[in-house]
């Protein structure tokens, strides 16, 4: 049977274009959320983070947008370049004790020239 | 700066042996994590540790699994009686403490035969 597994979610874009990946948090007790980059062969890489208390965080040429009355979060990248093309994870973690960030699912961004 | 290294990038082993697998965590960094990613998942937290004590092992799936950092600095995760399913990338993460931004090794590819 198939695995569903193996299937990432798929975001195909031109170069140039913006980005938004999605993503569905579980907890309502989660309060600090971390995107990660991670191109094949490597470990994710930090891109950006946001806390419960705030509904939007900008860096360079992204941003975080959180809806906290949804349990949804949303990495928007701009003019996006090929070097962009990786896995996109959105990671959550749950208020208090030590930072151990659940990932979820991951979603493929692929950019053509 | 040197980053986090894990060794080796690649183990092939047969079902019933014995791994060990060894992570070197950025200079100074008193946490270090280990996670275990399987193919289109994200990456699952296996064990934390605070300086030389583990901090949280509560996600070692079984007493097969097992992970050491006896100077507070290199750690390695040992796995006993291998079976197929554990065939996955182990990734090492280390920060500066507990809260802290997490940094990734490229991971240990390990593939149970």
């Known amino acids: 049977g198939e695995s569903v597994g193996l299937h990432l979610p798929t975001l195909s874009v031109q170069e140039g274009d913006n980005s938004i990946i999605n993503c569905a948090y579980s907890?309502?007790?989660?309060?600090?959320f971390i995107w990660y980059k991670q191109e094949s062969g490597k470990g994710p890489q930090f891109i950006i983070d946001i806390r419960s208390n705030m509904d939007k965080r900008q860096g360079q040429r992204v941003t975080v947008l959180l809806n906290k009355t949804v349990k949804h979060l949303s990495l928007q990248i701009a003019a996006t370049q090929p070097g962009d093309s990786a896995v996109y994870f959105c990671a959550e973690n749950l208020s208090g004790g030590s930072y151990i960030p659940t990932f979820g699912r991951g979603t493929s961004l692929i950019v053509h020239p | 700066g040197a980053g986090v290294s894990q060794t080796p990038s690649n183990k092939v082993t047969e079902k019933g042996k014995y791994v060990e697998l060894r992570c070197d965590p950025i200079?100074?960094?008193?946490?270090l994590y280990w996670y275990r990613q399987s193919l289109g998942q994200g990456p699952e937290f296996l064990i934390y540790?605070?300086?030389?004590?583990?901090?949280?092992d509560s996600g070692l799936p079984n007493d097969r699994f097992f992970a050491v950092r006896p100077e507070g600095s290199v750690s390695t995760l040992k796995i006993q009686r291998t079976e197929r399913g554990d065939s996955a990338v182990y990734l090492c993460a280390s920060s500066t403490q507990s809260q802290g931004e997490q940094f990734f090794g490229p991971g240990t590819r390990l593939t149970v035969l």
């Open positions: 200079s100074g960094h008193t946490a």
């Open positions: 540790f605070q300086g030389t004590g583990a901090a949280d």
């Open positions: 907890n309502s007790a989660s309060d600090y």
